[in-house]
């Protein structure tokens, strides 16, 4: 089992380029499936991590070719067959779920299981199912597989109850190729949405509205092709900004798009961390870490949940107490725990953790629970004294393109064991 050797107390000084984000890579890479061209559909700035290699398998499970190199992926979908996603390859990621409309609105058909993923409390698929009901889909449930049908699914309104990405995600990419107009009302606002609609629309599609709480989609007869750059990814430039303050260092992000960070770097300033924005960089130039009074994780533009560790390290640094309520998902404070076993002083009631900064931490061994708890402890370990072991680096290689070369470059003591 690999992990992480971090010997701490270095400053991280640099700069670092941003590379495209999981989070619009995934759902961009299922919209492929709906392509009925021939040739190649190319995807730029693509990270090389895991989740981008668990969805090409899935991807080659269909019947789809898949080529990458440099950042590139090249897929083609012409000789698509296969509407079964396995119980195996849903295991494996979340979201394969995100497959379920595009295979829905290409086949008529699609035959998936439950998905897996990160262990952050219970991730019910209840607003795909009922947005694909909506659409004309027929939804049966046999033998621990969910199988959608439907001929050709047809525009509807759609009223979800909770603005969930995916499900944001999922209904617009089966509504692309649906018969008449669709209308998504209280949909996700994250610009991975904004990414995914132009990259539909690249393809052929027309969809309007990303970005906002209505989103329309217009039904068309067939998309094609497209080369694509996707966006930069916001979590990880959010985490090495976070990285550079807590070891009181100083870093430039570049290739990023600062305002989908605003909420984060808002927060951070609070936290007394001093940032300068361009037009497409970040820096952090210099950090006097004290406590916030709340911070809240919100659907976009609020405070990102998948921020939410990496802050709490940093606020476990920070002069006072700080109190950090998880909206989003019932289970996301696994990392606590072992935040604690670097001596952070932290309490959990219910939803809420309140965290008394401490002057120093000490450098223990710990377990990533998952992709961003384990991105948080690979920032305590920066900052504490001494040495600090991350097990389970397989969660944090989901999400992060070898970070420890990122780190490395700008002066971190990292090592892949
Ligand atoms: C996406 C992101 C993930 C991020 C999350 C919230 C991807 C690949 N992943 O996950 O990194 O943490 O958004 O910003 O983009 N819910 C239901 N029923 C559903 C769907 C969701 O109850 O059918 C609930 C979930 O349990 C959760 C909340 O809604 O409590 C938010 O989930 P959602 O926005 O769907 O997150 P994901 O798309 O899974």
């Not at 097990?391 to 780190?407: A, F, P, Q, T, V």
Request: with cysteine; charged share 25%; net charge neutral.
């Amino acid at each position: 089992m690999t992990k992480f050797v971090i010997k701490g107390g270095k400053k991280l000084e640099g700069t670092l380029p941003i590379k495209g984000a999981k989070n619009s890579m995934l759902p961009i890479m299922a919209a492929a499936v709906l392509s009925s061209s021939r040739e190649d559909i190319e995807l730029q700035n693509i990270p090389a991590i895991v989740d981008m290699q668990v969805m090409t398998k899935i991807l080659q499970s269909l019947g789809a070719k898949a080529k990458f190199a440099q950042n590139t992926l090249w897929i083609n979908v012409r000789d698509l067959q296969n509407y079964t996603i396995t119980e195996e390859l849903m295991q494996e990621m979340r979201s394969s779920i995100f497959l379920m409309g595009p295979l829905l609105a290409r086949f008529g058909k699609v035959r998936v299981t439950y998905p897996g993923g990160c262990s952050i409390g219970p991730r019910p698929i209840d607003l795909h199912l009922k947005g694909l009901e909506a659409l004309g889909a027929r939804i049966r449930e046999e033998n621990g597989y969910i199988t959608a049908s439907a001929p050709r699914l047809h525009g509807t309104e759609i009223h979800l109850d909770y603005p969930s990405v995916g499900a944001t995600e999922n209904l617009i990419m089966a509504a692309v190729l649906a018969r008449g107009k669709t209308l998504i009302y209280n949909a996700a606002k994250e610009p991975e949405i904004v990414d995914l609609q132009n990259f539909l629309n690249a393809l052929g599609a027309d969809v309007r509205g990303a970005g906002t709480e209505t989103l329309r989609i217009r039904g068309v007869e067939s998309v094609g092709r497209c080369t694509y750059r996707i966006i930069p990814d916001r979590i990880v430039a959010g985490t090495y900004l976070m990285a550079a303050a807590i070891t009181g260092g100083r870093l430039l992000l570049e290739q990023i798009i600062p305002e989908h960070l605003d909420a984060v770097v808002a927060k951070m300033k609070e936290a007394g961390v001093e940032l300068v924005a361009t037009a497409d960089s970040l820096e952090v130039v210099s950090s006097d870490l004290r406590a916030v009074e709340t911070l809240h994780t919100l659907p976009y533009p609020g405070f990102p949940t998948d921020l939410q560790a990496p802050m709490m390290a940093l606020l476990t640094l920070a002069r006072g107490e700080s109190k950090v309520t998880e909206s989003i998902f019932e289970a996301r404070f696994r990392h606590v725990d072992e935040l604690k076993r670097l001596r952070a002083q932290i309490n959990v009631e219910g939803r809420t953790a309140l965290i008394r900064g401490v002057e120093k931490l000490s450098g223990a061994e710990v377990q990533a629970t998952d992709l961003r708890a384990g991105a948080a402890l690979v920032l305590v370990g920066l900052a504490a004294e001494g040495q600090t072991v991350v097990h389970n680096i397989k969660h944090i290689d989901r999400g992060y393109e070898r970070i420890e070369e990122d780190l490395g470059k700008i002066g971190a003591e990292i090592y892949r064991v």
